[in-house]
């Protein structure tokens, strides 16, 4: 189904742009894939999050997460199936967790302290296919991604109690974890990618 799209949509798109060169076709094929496992994804798990009972707070902890998501760049599956799975345990997984379970403030403040060091040294993470070759463009993303953390650190403690804390909680750490080496080491992707590139 994926196949028919892209190629159904790639052939009406090139009848109709016909000066497109290769590395535009590249680029646009790769935005129609991420397009495609996006709204695919999203079906499902709007799907679940409906019948769990959790839409309001899943529509919230999305957005809380695509904010930190766009400084902070992170993981991205390059098979449908493992974005589907990964996407559901941590976006939809960990908001509902830490909506159902009691978390301390000590543990938010330590899972905070954490997050906020892990986007010192990772954010942003780049992809293989999007590789941030950008020096200014790296120091910028980073920045904005540290200084959204501490800001989500700051905002975690102050309402503790309430349910936006929790699913700020959740939204940093669904980021802290996809920005970290460790989900490119248990998919086996590069980590990096910018290094690819000399003088970057």
């Not at 790639?10 to 109709?16: K, V, Y």
């Not at 397009?35 to 679940?48: A, S």
């Not at 800001?151 to 802290?176: K, P, Q």
């Amino acid at each position: 189904m994926k196949e028919a799209f892209l190629n159904h949509t790639m052939n009406f798109i090139a009848s109709n742009q016909e000066n497109l060169n290769e590395e535009e076709r590249e680029k646009l094929q790769y935005g129609l894939e991420g397009l495609y496992m996006t709204i695919t994804k999203l079906v499902v798990i709007f799907l679940i999050a409906f019948l769990l009972g959790f839409i309001k707070e899943f529509i919230i902890a999305l957005i809380l997460f695509n904010i930190l998501r766009f400084p902070g760049f992170g993981f991205h599956a390059s098979k449908s199936i493992v974005c589907l799975i990964t996407s559901t345990i941590l976006i939809l997984g960990l908001p509902y967790l830490f909506t159902n379970i009691e978390v301390g403030l000590t543990i938010k403040i330590v899972l905070c302290i954490i997050s906020v060091i892990t986007f010192i040294i990772c954010a942003p993470a780049d992809t293989w296919k999007r590789p941030l070759t950008n020096k200014k463009k790296r120091i910028i993303r980073k920045v904005s991604a540290c200084s959204l953390a501490i800001i989500y650190s700051v905002l975690i403690i102050v309402f503790n109690g309430m349910e936006i804390s929790n699913l700020l909680m959740a939204a940093l750490l669904i980021e802290t974890i996809l920005i970290s080496p460790i989900m490119y080491l248990i998919f086996k992707e590069p980590y990096r990618n910018y290094k690819r590139f000399k003088h970057v």
